[in-house]
Nanobody
Framework: QVQLVESGGGLVQAGGSLRVSCAASGRIFSTNAMGWYRQAPGKQRELVAIITSDRSTNYADAVKGRFTISRDNAKNTVYLQMNSLKPEDTAVYYC???????????????WGQGTQVTVSS
């Protein structure tokens, strides 16, 4: 079993910055992609940013140039630095990881419980 624990959400004024973190723990042999999704009230969950094990990244158009995703493979941790935040960034941010529990096993997707990010205007 794998657990993803997020931290760092909160309330910030527009134009401000926040950093959220997500640590994966449990039975982990290797971690492929890690990333962040978000879901605003009344909207579908959407991709924010994702980073592969070789640190290739992909960002949603809405956050390009403002958010930066990074990871520490030794700690199985992914970070999302959010700058120039806008009210429309307000959402619950969910951590995601694709994890393999053993050498011969297959990858499975895991999700964190979410952390609230609120940007006031």
């Amino acid at each position: 079993q794998v657990q993803l624990v997020e931290s760092g959400g909160g309330l910030v004024q527009a134009g401000g910055s926040l950093r959220v973190s997500c640590a994966a723990s449990g039975r982990i042999f290797s971690t492929n992609a890690m990333g962040w999704y978000r879901q605003a009230p009344g909207k579908q969950r959407e991709l924010v940013a994702i980073i592969t094990s070789d640190r290739s990244t992909n960002y949603a158009d809405a956050v390009k140039g403002r958010f930066t995703i990074s990871r520490d493979n030794a700690k199985n941790t992914v970070y999302l630095q959010m700058n120039s935040l806008k009210p429309e960034d307000t959402a619950v941010y969910y951590c995601y990881a694709r994890v393999k529990a053993s050498y011969s096993g297959s990858y499975h997707d895991y999700w964190g419980q979410g952390t609230q990010v609120t940007v006031s205007s």
